[in-house]
């Protein structure tokens, strides 16, 4: 008896499968046919479970497109250094930041919204976020954030 299983570019356990079940079949005198089916059934699960087990592969994080929330804070400390904010403006990014926050976490609330509201609720959120942000900075440190979203692939 030949299982005919794909072998999938010669895959061991297929391979290994493939010799047992031979070898049962030669022997199917000694073993009636029920323990037979059963154990053929065994290796197969067993075989095709390690196959898996072995072709698994790592899920990568999904980004979020926020200059506050989807970078890294390395980036974010590179980017404030980059733009040289002053005292005060550092202390207003952070209320904006804060208050951007708490808006999001209140849509993320409202469960009578639904996920297309939700997803224009945080649009909106987000450019606002922006029109405060750029309206404190000077027109230089404009430039520098449009070019440093630009680098990292954020939304506007």
Known sequence: MDLKIPSARGDFYFRRLN???NLISK??????MKKQTLLLFFLAITALNSYAQIRRTPVKPASDSSITQ??????????????NLSPEQRTKMKEI???AQ???????ADSTLSNAEKRA?????????NDKVNAILTEEQRTKL???RKKNGMKE
């Open 146 to 148: 449009e070019a440093w």
């Open 97 to 99: 930041r804060e208050s």
């Open 19 to 21: 010799f047992l079940a």
């Open 102 to 108: 708490a808006a999001r976490q209140a849509v993320t």
């Open 121 to 129: 609720k945080f649009r909106l959120i987000r450019k606002e976020q």
């Open 27 to 32: 022997h199917r005198k000694s073993i009636d």
């Open 70 to 83: 989807g970078s890294s804070n390395i980036d974010k400390k590179e980017l404030m250094k980059e733009l």
